[in-house]
């Protein structure tokens, strides 16, 4: 079983919706989370992390963390077509970018125009 | 734009041959990864370095991957002899040791292997 678990495979909204993607962590180690995109062709770019218990937003988007349960998720608002990628959670056991990541299988976004 | 240079982007190897990609991290980043990324999109680990030292490292024992970071030159990554499950993207990223702060991956280099 991966250590990481994402949810939904793949998610289709419209321009201007709002997308929420899920990941839930199975190891109590994993306490650090980061939200990664990757556009086809190039390699995965940090979006945000989030490290303690409630919400988190930058910009557009939102990300909350319920560590009790290990679960973590990703909402963006006024979804646009360049929005549409691969979202990876990943997490670790400690904070700061020296430490392994242990990522999700990803979630494929697509933003309809 | 990805600070973190990857070469070459693409690299084609019939079986049985080495290949060796190449990564320049972040200017002033200690710390580098590499990870493979297979046709399914899973990630996984590599090895890691903070400066020239290994920090930590998959089972290598089949001793066909090695990587080094050498000083004042690109790091890199070799397959002394490929297998077709090698065939995967190969992701570098570098970062700083302050904590919460982000890796960055360069854009990878794809390996087919035929």
């Known amino acids: 079983q991966q250590k990481v678990q994402q949810s939904p495979e793949s998610l289709s909204v419209p321009e201007g919706g709002m997308a929420s993607l899920n990941c839930t962590s199975s190891?109590?180690?994993?306490?650090y989370f980061w939200w990664y995109r990757q556009h086809s062709g190039e390699g995965p770019k940090a979006l945000m992390?989030?490290?303690?218990?409630g919400d988190k937003k930058e910009g557009r988007f939102t990300a909350h963390l319920n560590k009790a349960s290990l679960h973590v998720s990703l909402h963006i608002r006024d979804s646009q077509p360049s929005d549409s990628a691969l979202y990876f959670c990943?997490?670790?056991?400690?904070?700061?970018?020296?430490?392994?990541?242990?990522f999700g299988a990803g979630t494929r976004l697509a933003v309809c125009p | 734009n990805s600070k973190v240079i990857q070469t070459p982007r693409y690299l084609v190897k019939g079986q049985g041959q080495k290949a060796k990609m190449r990564c320049i991290p972040e200017?002033?980043?200690?710390?580098v990864f590499w990870y493979q990324q297979n046709k399914n999109n899973e990630f996984k680990f590599l090895i890691n370095?903070?400066?020239?030292?290994?920090?930590?490292q998959i089972d290598m024992t089949e001793k066909r991957f090695s990587a080094e970071c050498p000083s004042n030159s690109p790091c890199s990554l070799e397959i002394q002899s490929s297998e077709a499950g090698d065939s995967a993207l190969y992701l570098c990223?570098?970062?700083?040791?302050?904590?919460?702060?982000?890796?960055?991956f360069g854009h990878g280099t794809k390996l087919s292997v035929l």
């Open positions: 990223a570098s970062g700083t040791l302050i904590s919460n702060e982000r890796l960055f």
């Open positions: 990943a997490a670790s056991e400690q904070g700061g970018s020296f430490n392994k990541l242990t």
């Open positions: 992390s989030i490290f303690s218990d």
């Open positions: 200017k002033g980043h200690p710390v």
């Open positions: 190891d109590r180690n994993f306490q």
């Open positions: 370095f903070q400066n020239q030292e290994v920090l930590q």
